[in-house]
């Protein structure tokens, strides 16, 4: 969406990466409207970037929403996987919001990504420990 445009578009600015904004509008109860506001997915490896997800029914929807435009793949990458209930069960193979290539998630919450199942599955959990211990250095020294 816009304002996650302005957080995380500077980020990938000097990588020559083609930046694809959606954005999202609220229907009836819990139904979202998700549509491409800038950019073309048509052919692209995409990775959605996000810093949390729930229930991700957002994230499905812009999920599909590329896939329908023509995106050769599409990712994310969610920095806390919070994942209520193991709604992760549906984003993987066979689930009904199972619409991602692979789902990169962090281990800040380690009691939900210990659950996540590595293998023939689409998660891979990112381990936070090195950067951690490495800032901890870096800052006490």
Same mark, same amino acid.
């Given at each position: 969406? +816009?304002?996650?445009?302005?957080?995380?578009?500077?980020?990938?600015?000097?990588?020559?990466?083609?930046?694809?904004?959606?954005?999202?509008?609220?229907?009836?109860?819990?139904?979202?409207?998700?549509?491409?506001? +800038?950019?073309?997915?048509?052919?692209?490896?995409?990775? &959605?970037?996000?810093?949390?997800?729930?229930?991700?029914?957002?994230?499905?929807?812009?999920?599909?929403?590329?896939?329908?435009?023509?995106?050769?793949?599409?990712?994310?990458?969610?920095?806390?996987?919070?994942?209520?209930? +193991?709604?992760?069960?549906?984003?993987?193979?066979?689930? =009904?919001?199972?619409?991602?290539?692979?789902?990169?998630?962090?281990?800040?919450?380690?009691?939900?990504?210990?659950?996540?199942?590595?293998? =023939?599955?689409?998660?891979?959990?990112?381990?936070?420990?090195?950067? &951690?211990?490495?800032?901890?250095?870096?800052?006490?020294?």
């Amino acid at each position: 969406d +816009d304002g996650a445009a302005k957080r995380f578009s500077a980020m990938f600015q000097d990588m020559g990466l083609e930046i694809i904004v959606c954005g999202k509008t609220r229907g009836e109860g819990d139904q979202r409207n998700v549509v491409i506001q +800038d950019g073309d997915a048509n052919g692209r490896h995409i990775v &959605i970037v996000d810093d949390l997800v729930q229930t991700g029914g957002t994230l499905f929807e812009t999920g599909k929403v590329l896939k329908e435009a023509g995106a050769g793949s599409v990712n994310a990458f969610v920095s806390h996987a919070v994942f209520p209930g +193991d709604s992760w069960k549906r984003f993987n193979k066979g689930g =009904d919001r199972a619409c991602f290539d692979k789902f990169w998630v962090t281990n800040s919450i380690p009691t939900v990504t210990d659950k996540l199942p590595l293998k =023939d599955g689409i998660f891979e959990v990112l381990d936070l420990m090195d950067l &951690i211990i490495n800032d901890l250095d870096h800052f006490s020294s």
